[in-house]
């Protein structure tokens, strides 16, 4: 890939709105399949807001009918707003295009922003993302929140916003279940990706509580801050992501255009 090049389109008081910067990422994405611009990565922060992807389901929005952006990403809903680092790379894939090796790589890049900041995530098999991993026993607790008997596991149609804070997705790390760090979704066309990822810096994470998060029950969600014990902010970890982007992005070689 050629270099990539970072467009800071906004953060705190100038956050950006979603429906602006999905037209900015139509317009760069049909530069970039021109060759009109490189790889281009768009940072910024938005105002609240809810999007959802395609495989959506209706039972995992807002209960109380509050508006969700509809969108051409792959993933399900999630929430976007204040103290969360949002990032759109829009660049070729290598060649030939293999977009679950595109979602690996900004994983990759994210795990070592994370690890810079002395905190260890990984992977989910069968969940994208990056992920801190909860403990051993599911549900027991040492600082709350304990489920003695958790009805999730056998309640296909149990729903987590109707049942308390101990079910709540910014709970989890007291219950001590697995949380997830930063959100991935993208969209590939003609080659060319859009969408990309969310990384929990220093939001409030209840506004996650009113949805089902990517359309998964059985864990939560969680930031830097709220891992760590101290306020990490976007602007703290801005440069650090763009150098590990930079990094795991610079390193996917194209091939030649199969004749």
Not at 112 to 129: C, H, I, K, P, Y
């Amino acid at each position: 890939m050629s270099e990539l090049h970072f467009v800071h389109l906004g953060f705190g008081e100038q956050a950006v709105e979603y429906t602006e910067a999905w037209q900015e990422q139509r317009r760069v994405h049909a530069a970039r399949f021109a060759d009109e611009v490189q790889d281009t990565c768009l940072l910024l922060e938005h105002p609240p807001v809810y999007t959802a992807g395609r495989r959506t389901a209706d039972d995992e929005r807002p209960l109380d009918g509050t508006p969700v952006v509809d969108v051409d990403r792959g993933g399900k809903i999630t929430w976007h707003g204040p103290g969360q680092l949002v990032g759109y790379p829009i660049l070729k894939l290598p060649r030939p295009v293999d977009v679950v090796a595109h979602v690996r790589r900004l994983e990759e890049a994210l795990i070592r922003v994370a690890a810079e900041f002395g905190l260890e995530t990984t992977r989910v098999e069968g969940r994208s993302g990056v992920w801190v991993l909860g403990d051993a026993v599911t549900g027991r607790t040492s600082n709350g929140l304990t489920l003695d008997f958790d009805p999730r596991l056998a309640d296909e149609e149990f729903d987590p916003r109707l049942n308390g804070p101990e079910y709540a997705p910014s709970n989890a790390g007291q219950r001590g279940e697995d949380r997830k760090l930063a959100a991935i979704g993208i969209r590939v066309a003609k080659g060319v990706t859009m969408h990309g990822f969310a990384l929990n810096c220093d939001p409030d994470n209840t506004w996650f509580d009113r949805i089902v998060p990517c359309g998964i029950r059985d864990a939560g969600v969680t930031s830097l801050s709220q891992e760590l014990g101290r306020r990490i902010t976007v602007a703290e970890v801005l440069p650090v992501v763009e150098k590990h982007l930079g990094d795991v992005l610079g390193a996917a070689v194209p091939l030649p255009r199969a004749v």
